[in-house]
């Protein structure tokens, strides 16, 4: 592989466990302690020491090259060098990470000011087309063979020609002061590791600045494991963040695995995904819904959170027409249902996704002077929608990935990948099935295409304590959300609330019903907020747990008279409250479903 790279190897070192510090922990085990048996306390270290000494402390533990790669007059080309370090030989880290994680670092020169100074990529810099794997592929044969020919029959032509070519003209070994390439660093500081474990070899990936440079160093990889007939497992760090590139990420989370997708660019392509999604975790014997203790169908806790924007920034609606921002914001704080219909069981100032004014008394007054720094048409700087709403959709804590609206990844004044033009909805929850998820994403597309041509300027609502109290009841939810599909009917687009029949079912379930002398009693699901309660120690640290104990449900009382009949519960009359129908009333009831050892 360094033949291929054009690179001298030389500079390959074989590296080694660190035999003082392992010789060192074994004269401090117990006298009557064996390391290759379980006599040791601690289980990994015992498993660690074992896989060191059997191994042998002389044994290698894999190679080690280093790669950086950098342009010289419009031309790419990889470096390497040889790591000046105090021992003659490079001995890793201790530990059990690959070799890639546990290079000696710090044991390299110390670099002078400003010499390894990292370039972001600007996200707003125009890119063209990656190579097609073909092209890569002929790349990497005609890069061999042109490193062939120099190392051996342009050597024989420049000692019988000169360097000049047969011409007195220039010599070529000596560029011009002009074209001299910039200063090198003194040492290389990123590396590529060869390490044999579990019986196949793998090799780590050093860190890269450009994709174009990561696909190259992948594409000689691959040909050299197929020229010497050696199969390989590529690990080490990612590409580089490039839109160009789609990656799906399977990270597991407690109690759920996480898993975030590629962006769609258009309607199908975002049924494809998400029906697959649901599909290959069906495969997997992993389920999108659960069941409590008592039998209550609910959700996975997981949330689904949607991601909205352009492939690039400056394409980014967020960032072309900041007041559409505005008017999605200002449009779930002037009707609730949006925050709560959609969310999971955990909801509050505390929770995964807060509302703006769930946190902070003066937030809606705040946000209103916000919206007014917003320009209704022409230019808008778009570090200037960062600023404005960085510090209002927030938690409680200040956490702005903590919100409903989370714009880290919009224009974060933090590095590059923060300026990507993308907004996040957090409010939502995975919903059992796929045809439910892509109902609230055609809700989310149209209520954006709306905004985008007819900007939303209802001043604010200050809902004050109703926004935990009428808000949390399923019939002025279901009242609210009727009221936002009639407005987006009003303005062309054609959705029906009957879609969206299943997502209320199964975010209010119904418990049961009544009917006694002509009242109609029914008990529904209501919402609750939970809050995240002090700390306490737990297992020798400290923890802070969720008060889910206290749960509320809905009466709906039908054919009531409000002066002859009362509704009581354990003995105490239920506040009832019209709901604009002749003889309707609803209630809301909270009580404690059960009792846990912190609440």
């Known amino acids: 592989l360094a033949n291929r790279l054009g690179l001298e190897s030389e500079h390959v070192a074989t590296a080694y466990e660190d035999a003082m510090y392992y010789m060192w922990k074994e004269r401090r085990l117990a006298v009557n302690a064996d390391v290759m048996n379980s006599d040791l306390v601690d289980e990994e270290e015992r498993i660690r020491l074992a896989r060191v000494f059997e191994r042998g402390l002389g044994s290698p533990v894999g190679c080690m090259l280093p790669l950086m790669h950098q342009w010289w007059n419009a031309k790419p080309r990889w470096m390497s060098g040889v790591w000046p370090v105090r021992s003659e030989q490079l001995f890793l880290i201790p530990g059990d990470s ?26 707003f810099e125009a890119t063209g087309d990656l190579p097609e794997y073909d092209q ?26 000169g360097a000049g070519g047969g011409f007195d003209a220039i010599d070529l070994e000596q560029e011009p002061e002009a074209e001299a390439p910039p200063l090198e660093p003194s040492v290389i500081r990123t590396a590529m590791c060869f390490e044999p474990r579990d019986g196949v070899l793998h090799v780590f990936m050093p860190p890269v600045d450009h994709l174009e440079s990561y696909l190259e160093l992948l594409a000689e990889i691959e ?18 963040n490039d839109y160009r590139l789609q990656h799906i990420k399977a990270t597991p989370d407690p109690g759920v695995i996480e898993v975030n997708v590629h962006p769609a660019k258009n309607w199908q392509e975002l049924v494809d995904i998400t029906s697959g999604v649901y599909e290959d975790a069906r ?42 921002l505005r008017s999605l914001v200002a449009y779930w704080h002037n009707h609730p249902s949006l925050s709560y219909f959609f969310s999971g069981r955990f909801i509050g100032p505390t929770s995964q996704a807060p ?76 919903p059992p099935h796929w045809q439910m998820s892509l109902t609230q994403q055609l809700l989310l597309r149209a209520l954006v295409a709306r905004f985008w041509n007819k900007p939303y300027k209802v001043d604010l609502v200050d809902w004050n304590t109703s926004i935990h109290d009428r808000w949390l009841l399923p ?70 747990f969720v008060d889910s104990s206290v ?30 129908t002749e003889g309707e009333f609803v209630a809301g009831v909270r009580y404690r479903a059960w009792q846990p050892p912190s609440c």
């Open 98 to 123: 690959p070799m890639g994680l546990r290079l000696p670092l710090d044991s390299l020169p110390a670099p002078k000011p400003g010499e390894y100074a990292p370039t972001p990529v600007v996200p």
């Open 136 to 161: 890569l592929r002929q790349q990497s044969v005609h890069h061999q063979a042109a490193q062939h020919v120099t190392g051996n029959v342009q050597h024989q032509v420049l000692q019988r020609v």
């Open 223 to 240: 040909q050299t494991a197929s020229e010497l007939e050696m199969p390989v497992i590529v690990e080490g760090y990612l590409p580089p």
């Open 283 to 324: 495969h997997s014997r992993l389920g999108t819904e659960q069941f409590d203790l008592d039998g209550t169908h609910t959700g996975t806790g997981g949330g689904n959170h949607f991601v909205m924007g352009s492939y690039t920034p400056h394409d980014s609606p967020f960032l072309r027409r900041p007041d559409l």
């Open 355 to 430: 509302r703006v004014d769930e946190g902070r008394r003066d937030a809606t007054y705040e946000l209103q002077i916000a919206f007014e720094q917003i320009p209704e048409k022409g230019y808008c700087p778009p570090w200037l929608v960062d600023r404005v709403f960085r510090h209002l959709l927030v938690d409680l804590t200040g956490n702005t990935h903590r919100a409903e609206f989370c714009i880290d990844k919009l224009y974060s004044p933090d590095s590059s990948t923060g300026r990507l033009g993308l907004v996040e909805f957090r409010g939502f929850e995975m």
């Open 475 to 544: 019939h002025f939810i279901q009242q609210d959300f009727e009221d936002i599909i009639s407005e987006l009917n009003e303005e062309g687009f054609d959705l029906d609330a009957s879609w969206f029949g299943p997502h209320f079912e199964f975010r209010f379930p119904h418990i049961g019903e009544m009917q006694y002398r002509g009242i109609h009693v029914e008990l529904r699901t209501a919402i609750e907020p939970w809050y995240v309660l002090g700390e306490e120690p737990a297992g020798g640290a400290t923890a802070r």
């Open 551 to 580: 749960q509320r449900l809905q009466v709906k009382v039908q054919g009531m008279s409000n002066g002859r009949h009362i509704l009581l519960c354990n003995g105490r009359k239920i506040p009832l409250h019209a709901t604009g």
